[in-house]
């Protein structure tokens, strides 16, 4: 058997403390429940992490600003939180839950708008309905140091503000997506196929959600979307097939990948037996056909009635090897599939 001194133990303990005080203290969520700082009024600057908000109201969220000394106000407010990104693991992903938000809004981290609901005026459409889940891509993130979320919201009767729900940065379930292409795109209503002449005719929406919920109430006809995206040097030089997923699709779609056509779905029949809104989109990317630096994807969605667009998940790029295992055999591709 073999002797281990006593000072030899206490200079590991004192080794193993020492180690453990410089490993992150990294933590599965951040609660946002509790006071946030608020300011009736609408101006842009607002959105900006720089911005001087130590004058600011302090309120509670969520509840009714009605309930927070605000009563009888309708119109605009905003809010705004700070957050340490050194709690959170840079090869994790996450989203922000932010519950139940009357009527609709637009969310910022640092500066960068990540999410929204609903419609803002001059063509209002409320999302009070809507639970609020928004996809944060890691390059909005700060893992150094502060962030700060801001909150733009607009109210039109009744109760206002962040209403009801948990608050917080939680971690994204494990999609197997090499390029998770979730979250905000560019989106553009067209007769047939035309494209917008100039880039400022696009407006934002986020994938995948029906357009219903995104203030294109009643549109039924053609719309593309746009998401321009980046690819690591390690998914370049995979020598495995790369599949496009695009979930489901309400009614029929063509996906073009850096202007190629790579896929499309049209079962060749209309209003009421159509199934293509029911159909998994899985398109093979061609090899080559993704460059280091800046890819564009478009699709072009026409839908016949009811819901519009890209409507359910997951979408992004994979192996389709990932896709045999998770789709094909039925395996959960995500851990609320289980």
Not at 75 to 81: D, E, L, N, P, V
Request: proline content about 4%; hydrophobic content about 35%; aromatic content about 16%.
């Amino acid at each position: 058997m073999t002797w281990i001194k006593p000072t030899d133990c206490l200079k590991n303990c004192f080794f193993l403390f020492l180690l453990l005080l410089q490993t992150p203290a990294f933590t599965q969520s951040i609660g946002l429940n509790g006071t946030w700082k608020f300011h009736i009024g609408d101006r842009a600057a607002w959105a900006n992490p720089q911005f001087d908000d130590s004058e600011w109201e302090i309120i509670m969220a969520p509840s009714p600003w009605e309930d927070e000394g605000f009563n009888g106000y309708d119109g605009f407010a905003w809010y705004r939180k700070k957050f340490d990104g050194k709690r959170l693991d840079k090869n994790e992903s996450y989203y922000l839950h932010l519950g139940y938000i009357d009527d609709c809004d637009e969310v910022y981290l640092n500066g960068n708008l990540v999410g929204f609901s609903g419609s803002m005026p001059p063509k209002f459409k409320t999302a009070y309905n809507n639970e609020r889940k928004y996809n944060l891509s890691n390059d909005v993130i700060n893992f150094d140091g502060q962030n700060v979320i801001a909150i733009r919201v607009f109210d039109v009767t009744l109760g206002g503000g962040i209403i009801e729900g948990k608050l917080g940065i939680f971690p994204a379930p494990k999609s197997r997506l090499l390029v998770d292409l979730q979250g905000l795109w560019q989106f553009y209503r067209t007769w047939e196929d035309e494209k917008p002449g100039d880039e400022s005719d696009w407006k934002n929406i986020l994938v995948p959600s029906p357009w219903e919920h995104q203030g294109y109430s009643k549109y039924d006809g053609n719309a593309w979307y746009k998401r321009v995206f980046s690819v690591s040097d390690a998914l370049l030089a995979k020598e495995q097939d790369l599949v496009l997923l695009l979930g489901k699709i309400d009614d029929f779609d063509r996906a073009f990948l850096n202007g190629r056509e790579i896929g499309k779905t049209n079962d060749g029949k209309r209003y009421g037996s159509s199934q293509s809104f029911a159909t998994f989109r899985v398109y093979t990317v061609p090899a080559g056909l993704l460059k280091k630096g800046s890819n564009t994807l478009e699709v072009l969605v026409e839908d016949m009635g009811n819901v519009g667009g890209i409507y359910e998940g997951p979408v992004g790029i994979t192996t389709r090897d990932s896709y045999e295992r998770y789709f094909k055999k039925k395996e959960p591709f995500f851990w609320w599939d289980e």
